[in-house]
């Protein structure tokens, strides 16, 4: 009896593993009979560095989620540069924090002054961006899911700490990850240990004090794909001819990117203990601002030159600058491009046809193999791919039968501009 038992548990976990096991032929079908969009890429998906993700989301009737997981070419192994995707996580993990210091008196609007003591360290005392002229977590957010604001996330970084942010990631599962660097000040090494001493403050009144934190740690992962190209351009504008290595730097890979995106946008689909740390109102801000579009901001002011509607959203519009605007639709997202890579992660909503899914892609371009020359085929190779993933896959949630209808009332944000 007991090796029959045994037998049955086993063939229940075998059931189970194959009902959670990613579609992986589905997407290229969908895009190989589309060769007129995607074959440019689709005949060499590594040299493109291609990685897809879709999840449908199935509703009972009672409006809970489940997922179906369909995949492309992903590997967790193999390197891509994550760049500005990671701010994502540090948006959660920091209002997670203000909510862990609550009862020393901190919150998320108080005036955030951030100091200095390690070399290559810079202070933040003020921000004309915001209303009140004050730095703060909550108008760090906003810069951050708005335009990506790098400097915005290197003070999240500081406020958080590299440990709790790595430790983060592993309690929710995002195992294949890392987040060691600040972004766009040349970050490594033992500089990339240091964060910064800051205060918080309440007219005028320190409320909350964090010392200067120190991360010894190094999380290794097994990575391919580290060493890429046949030169770059070094600090000292100079060409090396070797290839570029994308050793020690940060690692955020599409799966985990949905992961993260499943979780925020739908908590009520995860145990009580594997959601985050996060009030309604936390909830609403970054619903809010991950949705919003720039020309729909008052503070923080955009040019619409420099950042018109779309600057943001890479999948279905493809950063276009002309292209209309569909007003049933909103993308929530986070987006990354750097080094040739255009990478998105987003959870789109069309509240007029009762669709959503996810969609998380990571394309790249570098012809010349050199890296940091500024020269990738952005606007002829990676755009039109993300655009034209969106729009494949949104075409076909327009038509995929479901057996009850989402209501997605909770994601109709208020835009009115502050």
């Known amino acids: 009896m007991r090796n029959l038992s045994s037998l049955l548990l086993l063939l229940i976990i075998s059931i189970q593993a194959m009902a959670q096991q990613t579609d992986t032929l589905f997407l290229a079908k969908l895009m190989q009979g589309k060769p007129e969009l995607f074959s440019g890429v689709l005949n060499h998906p590594n040299k493109n560095e291609v990685q897809v993700i879709y999840t449908q989301v199935n509703r009972d009737q009672h409006n809970k989620p489940s997922f179906k997981t369909f995949s492309y070419n992903f590997n967790p192994q193999r390197y891509f540069y994550p760049a500005s995707t990671v701010k994502l996580a540090a948006v959660v993990f920091a209002l997670e924090k203000v909510n862990a210091l609550k009862s020393k008196g901190l919150s998320a609007d108080l005036t955030m002054l951030t100091d200095s003591n390690f070399k290559g360290q810079t202070k933040v005392l003020k921000d004309e961006s915001a209303p009140n002229g004050k730095p703060s977590i909550t108008h760090y957010i906003k810069k951050i899911l708005l335009t990506s604001d790098n400097d915005a996330f290197n003070r999240l970084f500081e406020f958080i700490g590299r440990a709790e942010i790595n430790a983060k990631l592993n309690k929710y599962g995002m195992n294949h ?242």
């Open 177 to 418: 990850s890392r987040i060691l660097n600040r972004l766009a000040i040349g970050d490594g090494g033992e500089q990339a240990r240091h964060t910064n001493p800051i205060d918080f403050y309440k007219d005028g009144k320190l409320v909350y004090h964090q010392d200067a934190q120190y991360d010894d740690k190094d999380y290794p992962l097994t990575l391919t794909n580290l060493l890429v190209g046949k030169g770059y351009i070094d600090s000292k504008e100079q060409l090396v001819n070797e290839p570029y290595s994308f050793a020690n730097k940060n690692v955020f890979t599409v799966g985990d990117q949905q992961l993260l995106m499943k979780r925020l946008m739908m908590p009520e689909a995860f145990p009580a203990k594997e959601r985050f740390n996060l009030s309604p109102a936390d909830y609403q801000l970054i619903y809010t601002y991950m949705s919003k579009l720039p020309t729909e901001s008052d503070y923080p002011k955009y040019d619409p030159k420099e950042f018109w509607p779309t600057y943001a959203k890479m999948l279905y519009y493809g950063r276009e600058k002309e292209v209309a605007l569909d007003p049933n639709i909103r993308i929530f997202n986070k987006y990354g491009d750097s080094y040739g890579y255009i990478i998105d992660n987003s959870y789109f909503v069309d509240f007029k046809n009762k669709i959503e899914f996810f969609l998380t892609a990571v394309v790249q371009s570098n012809e010349d193999g050199i890296y940091n020359d500024s020269k990738y085929e952005y606007e002829t190779v990676c755009y039109p791919f993300m655009k034209n993933l969106g729009r494949t896959i949104y075409e076909y949630e327009l038509n995929r039968n479901k057996k009850h209808l989402p209501n997605l009332d909770k994601y109709k944000m208020d835009y009115g501009n502050k």
